[in-house]
């Protein structure tokens, strides 16, 4: 599908500049936030009991507030609306007194004349899960970003494997810049989302990666930039229509998918757009910086197939008998 028509390469290398720029600065944006505000750890994470309840009109916030205040149980728990105002979500800290109790028929006798409501979900996590639970999601963030170092070094070259882990280092920390910046809490949806936006974000460089590496044996040319232009206008019909069909799916989740899959959604938002920005503006550009040379890669490429050559005219030669 022809979505774009162009007579010549559209000049990305030319404002690659500006884009760093801008990519930088929301890189510091998101450390400074990341600094001062932290990230909002959910239960998953940090451990702790959640209640959901529904009534079968608006929830009495204050009066479950002041119900709530006479159970020691319930100190510094948190009311918040979940979804609609008849769903409230009562979060809470775990302590071993909890762990033995039903939270539900506890919450429900503590509520008891707030009006009519049912018990919708209760989450319980430990700290010392929450903690492992935090450490084995860390652990699979670094090993996929090692994995796909150590792919992209073995399929390309490793200055594409720097530069595909550098726009994948800007993703995330872009996306986790915007989680902290809106209070989102972190959970396992939340580090699915990152681990998602991962194979989202590398699938897009490598497929502008196959196409540059495809100019650079085609072209005659030794300068990387206009074959980097040329590889990147004739990916951006397909990019564009990717991103923007993945985008108005995760949209839709994200507006009508309910609470639940809030969060996995939003950081998705952000992940696709920064995602196919980073592919065409970070990614690219890395190339240049490190100082790929189209010249010493052809005389690689030509050294490679004279090795090829040389070791099928040994095994003809074998396979005929002559020595």
Known sequence: MEFFKYKHPLNFMGNSKIAMFISITLILASYIILATKGLNYGIDFA???????????????DAMRKKLATK???ANASITEFGSPNEVIIRMKTSSASVTKDIGDVTRNALAGTGNFEIRRVDIVGPKVGS????????????????????????????????????????VSIAMGAVALFSIDVN???LAAILTLLGYSLNDTI????RIREGIVKSKQTDLAPIINESITRTLARTTLTSLTTFFVVFTLFMFGGEIIHAFAFTLLVGIIV??????????????????DVKNYHEKLAQKAKREAEKDRMRAQFESGVV
């Open 132 to 171: 492992e639970l935090k450490e084995k999601g860390l652990m699979a963030l670094l090993l996929s970003i090692a994995s796909i170092l150590i792919y992209v070094a073995f399929r390309f070259e490793w200055r594409f494997a720097v530069a595909s882990i550098a726009a994948l280092i800007h993703d």
């Open 275 to 292: 995602g196919t920005y980073s592919s065409i503006f970070v990614a690219s550009p890395i190339l240049m910086y490190f100082g790929f």
């Open 188 to 190: 396992l949806d939340v």
């Open 72 to 74: 020691e149980i319930f």
């Open 207 to 210: 497929i502008v990666f196959d």
């Open 47 to 61: 451990g702790g009991t959640i209640v959901q309840v529904k009534y079968d009109k608006p929830a009495p916030i």
